[in-house]
């Protein structure tokens, strides 16, 4: 049996919708793509030309997108792989370099408790890469099993980044006051499978 | 020890938390870390967005278009 013109045309416009309809996904997520990146990389210009690099992925990869899925879990973990490829082929993104304070002091820090973003990021920086992207994709508005499926790692793993990178962060914020280094024990250089086996351990001390 | 327990209090860590949850914290535990790192995300969001990711759509349009027409 032929199908008539019209049959045929029907999934061709259905694609066009659809390709119209991550077209729009893809614009409305570039201000967190760019934030996610700034997190990663710390500076401006190398994050942009991340996410836009991430940006051409997505399109040529976006049949591997499932409609009615997390496009925001789905496009966090395009960027995040694509940081990894390079940071590891290229050493593109080593070191972490902060940039100009102006591309990110659009308000005022607060009084008290305030961080100031930039010594944040100045902070990120002083972590491991994994720590760092699991403590940026705390704030990401995603959920925790999403979070766990843009790092690709299990949730345990997720949140002992997190703790470690915390307390390393909190240690960089409190500031200079003694620089006496860490032990080593608590500045782990790899985060490696044994993440997991201390998470537990972490989870059942709280 | 006891910052530690807080930290990881503060992380959402003392909760009971299923994996579909959104990572949360107590309302009345100041947490700096993760204010500054959700006042990271909402500045660099309230940005505009630089010309060249609006190229690189265009790109992808003009990809698209070439693609339907032939």
């Given at each position: ?11 061709e416009s259905?694609a066009l919708?659809a390709e119209a309809?991550f077209r729009?996904?893809l ?29 051409a992925?997505?399109w040529a990869?976006q049949k ?143 | ?54 190229d690189i759509l265009d790109r992808i349009d003009a990809a698209s278009a070439k693609e339907r027409g032939s």
């Amino acid at each position: 049996m032929t199908a008539s013109p019209g049959e045929e045309r029907q999934p061709e416009s259905q694609a066009l919708a659809a390709e119209a309809r991550f077209r729009d996904d893809l614009v409305a997520i570039i201000p967190s793509l760019r934030a996610f990146a700034r997190g990663l990389c710390g500076n401006r210009d190398l994050a942009d030309d991340l996410a836009q690099e991430a940006l051409a992925k997505a399109w040529a990869a976006q049949k591997s997108f499932t409609p009615g899925t997390n496009f925001r879990a789905w496009m966090f973990r395009i960027l995040r792989n694509h940081f990894y490829t390079l940071a590891v082929v290229a050493k593109r993104f080593v070191p972490y370099e902060p940039d100009d304070v102006s591309h990110l002091q659009t308000t005022q820090p607060e009084q008290g408790n305030g961080i100031v973003v930039q010594d944040l990021l100045r902070g990120l920086g002083t972590l491991p890469a994994e720590q760092r992207e699991a403590l940026l994709l705390m704030e990401s508005g995603l959920q925790w099993d999403e979070i766990a499926t843009v790092m690709g790692t299990p949730l345990g793993t997720v949140k002992s980044r997190i703790t470690r990178g915390r307390a390393t962060l909190r240690r960089y914020m409190d500031g200079p006051a003694d620089p006496i280094p860490l032990p080593p024990a608590e500045n782990p250089k790899k985060d490696d499978g044994s993440a997991i086996t201390r998470a537990t351990g972490a989870d059942q001390m709280v | 020890m006891d910052r530690l327990k807080k930290e990881s209090l503060a992380a959402g860590q003392g909760k009971h938390e299923s994996a579909g949850t959104a990572p949360v914290r107590r309302v009345n535990q100041p947490d700096p870390i993760a204010d500054g790192l959700r006042k990271l995300w909402e500045n660099v969001e309230k940005e505009p967005v630089p010309n060249e990711f609006l190229d690189i759509l265009d790109r992808i349009d003009a990809a698209s278009a070439k693609e339907r027409g032939s």
